[in-house]
């Protein structure tokens, strides 16, 4: 056991500590509290509070604390957010760079439109729901308050699916047609099970059902709106976690992109970004995603009022568009995945693009992408922190670079 004064909060959402001259974390603890822990390493485990902070509150969900999700729900708004943003000027400031963040946008909105679960089956009994904080133990949940409300059945229909196929993972996305689930599967249990599968898609009211990437069966196709298009999503397809997230982001592009008119939206995905630059601005989408590039391409045939948009399928981690390729681009926008556009940023360092627009969902990539762009002549004018992943130490960000 050790008595300790939290001193700051971490990157990973836990109280900073000093024990015997290191640095130690303890989850679900507030600067200025003094706590009792235990246990070895770095990372130990809160015993009891001695001394609570002012700016702990109590938390909404009944399996917080144990559940692996949320890390956050004690703290104060204001200090949260105020830390959130400081996640990202934190990343900044260590590679040199001097950036206003201006604030943090909360882009909750209605809550999650997507969730993965796990689910078990043992001795009969199945469960679904997270795994516990810092365990591979799985907690059993009925409801999770941060989802959307269309989402509070994704629990029963995985505990469902999983009394037909055993252990599996079960993503439920929420579209505007149903919900959209797709399942990884023991190939041998789903193969075995396969004629029955497609009945859950009547018996759940579920759009559309596939496991390991096969689709099984639709009800109706799932669709998004995405500003004036109508988009068909692919089986287990990515989106932005919250509705509001997604508009949030492509209101702040479109505001960094000014009276651009010839944009390469890269890493585009189905067109998030793309659909609504292409209201006033001609768009080159690129991503190795082949199902969302379809999507995105017949998506745009059939929507009216657009400025002409194409999509190819290419690697932009180990094919980047180089500088001849966007001689003609008045700007670049690019989302990448967690480990964030290196390649693509030192291809962009060396070409006459005047705007880019970096889209990021770790602050560590995004600054260290930054810091290419800006040591290639652009300027960091604007950084703006985004919170669709609300109590949780994950941020988003949207920045602009001019030449």
Not at 73 to 81: A, C, G
Not at 106 to 129: E, I
Request: aromatic fraction near 6%.
């Amino acid at each position: 056991m050790s008595e300790l004064d939290i001193e700051g909060m971490g990157r990973r959402g836990e109280g900073v500590a000093r024990l015997d001259d290191r640095a130690v974390f303890v989850p679900g603890t507030l600067p200025g509290e003094a706590v009792t822990a235990t246990g070895e390493g770095d990372r130990l485990a809160l015993v009891s509070i001695e001394r609570a902070s002012p700016d702990r509150v109590a938390p909404f969900c009944q399996h917080y604390g144990r559940c692996g999700g949320c890390q956050l729900q004690h703290w104060r708004e204001e200090p949260y957010r105020a830390w959130k943003a400081s996640l990202v000027s934190e990343q900044l400031k260590a590679r040199g760079l001097a950036a206003e963040v201006s604030g943090i946008v909360d882009a909750h909105g209605a809550g999650r439109r997507r969730v993965s679960l796990h689910v078990r089956k043992k001795d009969g009994v199945v469960t679904a729901g997270f795994m516990e904080a810092r365990t591979h133990t799985l907690l059993d949940i009925a409801q999770c308050p941060i989802l959307e409300p269309g989402m509070m059945r994704a629990f029963d229909i995985g505990r469902a699916i999983g009394a037909r196929l055993s252990d599996c993972d079960v993503a439920v996305t929420a579209t505007l047609t149903g919900l959209d689930v797709s399942v990884r599967a023991e190939r041998k249990f789903a193969e075995a099970e396969h004629a029955k599968l497609s009945a859950f898609v009547t018996d759940l009211k579920l759009a559309r059902l596939s496991v390991n990437g096969e689709v099984i069966a639709t009800a109706v196709p799932p669709r998004l709106q995405i500003g004036k298009a109508m988009v068909a999503l692919p089986p287990g397809g990515f989106l932005q976690a919250t509705a509001l997230g997604e508009e949030t982001l492509a209101r702040l592009v479109i505001e960094a992109l000014g009276k651009s008119k010839s944009v390469a939206d890269l890493f585009c995905g189905i067109g998030p970004f793309a659909f609504r630059i292409a209201e006033r601005a001609r768009v080159e989408a690129y991503d190795n995603d082949r199902p969302a590039i379809a999507a995105l391409n017949a998506a745009a045939k059939s929507t009216s009022g657009l400025k002409p948009v194409t999509a190819a399928v290419r690697d932009l981690f180990r094919e980047p568009l180089v500088p001849n390729e966007m001689k003609e681009l008045d700007a670049v926008v690019f989302d990448p995945p967690r480990a964030g556009a290196e390649a693509q940023a030192k291809q962009l360092a060396r070409s006459k693009v005047k705007t880019v627009v970096a889209v990021s969902c770790d602050a560590g990539s995004f600054a260290r992408d930054a810091e290419i762009l800006v040591g290639g002549g652009y300027a960091l004018k604007r950084v703006t922190a985004v919170d669709q992943f609300k109590w949780s130490s994950h941020v988003e960000v949207v920045a602009q670079f001019t030449r």
